[in-house]
């Protein structure tokens, strides 16, 4: 079966800092995994996706994950946090099946401070 | 353009009254799906479907109801029978593969709000 852990409900960065944000998968099949941003009262909107072209994938707004297979892990990054990073971001993994269901992760509050 | 709009964006609810929850989506996706969001979790899945008029129940349908008689349209019922309907629900849409499967991310509205008045 398939799972999503996010470690840490809650991150708090600086303005102009790193941000990283964790996500560690289980799949007994190569996974396809996606991170995705939500803003308050607002739905879900795709961030970045992996289907295994390439283990480093930029997504929008200047954020970046990468594939790890042998850590298990799908980390999004962004060098340089803005205020309007502030949100909730979702780690999900879907598994080619013919249920096309994506599993989330419990999801990670990012809070940026002045 | 194309998208998924859910209505409406607020809906109360009265004790003993079922509510009906609007997914509209015009990607000409084959899969839609219903999620419950509540505070500090992440998303639920209530019910899927995969093709017109066929659907299959998520991890909590418990006090669900829902209908796919075209392929644009996929609503939820809130029934009575679900205690604890307060939450955030979320509409999304997937296209499939001749296949029957997707790896194509999901495609989300804007939810819709229900609180108990």
């Known amino acids: 079966a398939q799972s999503v852990t996010q470690l840490g409900s809650h991150v708090s960065v600086s303005e102009g800092a790193l941000v990283l944000l964790r996500c560690n998968y289980s799949?007994?099949?190569?996974?396809?995994l996606f991170w995705y941003v939500q803003y308050p009262n607002q739905g879900l909107q795709l961030l970045l996706k992996?289907?295994?072209?390439?283990?480093l994938v930029k997504g929008i707004n200047g954020f970046e994950a990468e594939f790890k297979k042998s850590e298990t892990s799908f980390h999004l990054t962004k060098p340089s946090a803005h205020m309007s990073d502030a949100a909730e971001y979702f780690c999900a993994v879907s598994v080619y099946s013919s249920a096309s269901k994506i599993i989330f992760g419990s999801g990670t509050r990012l809070s940026i401070r002045p | 353009d194309g998208g998924i709009t859910q209505s409406p964006k607020y809906l109360f609810r009265k004790e003993g009254q079922n509510v009906t929850l609007s997914c509209e989506q015009n990607?000409?996706?084959?899969?839609m799906y219903w999620y419950r969001q509540d505070p500090g979790q992440g998303l639920r899945l209530i019910y899927y479907?995969?093709?017109?008029?066929?659907?299959q129940k998520g991890d909590i349908a418990e006090g669900y109801s829902v209908s796919r008689e075209k392929k644009e349209s996929f609503p939820l019922t809130v029934t009575s029978a679900q205690k604890n309907p307060t939450a955030f629900y979320l509409c999304?849409?997937?296209?499939?593969?001749?296949?029957?499967?997707?790896?194509?991310?999901?495609?989300f509205g804007d939810g819709t709000r229900l609180s108990i008045l």
């Open positions: 799949s007994s099949v190569p996974p396809y």
């Open positions: 990607l000409n996706h084959d899969a």
């Open positions: 999304a849409s997937t296209p499939m593969s001749p296949t029957g499967g997707s790896n194509q991310p999901q495609h």
């Open positions: 479907s995969q093709i017109v008029n066929d659907f």
């Open positions: 992996y289907t295994s072209a390439a283990t």
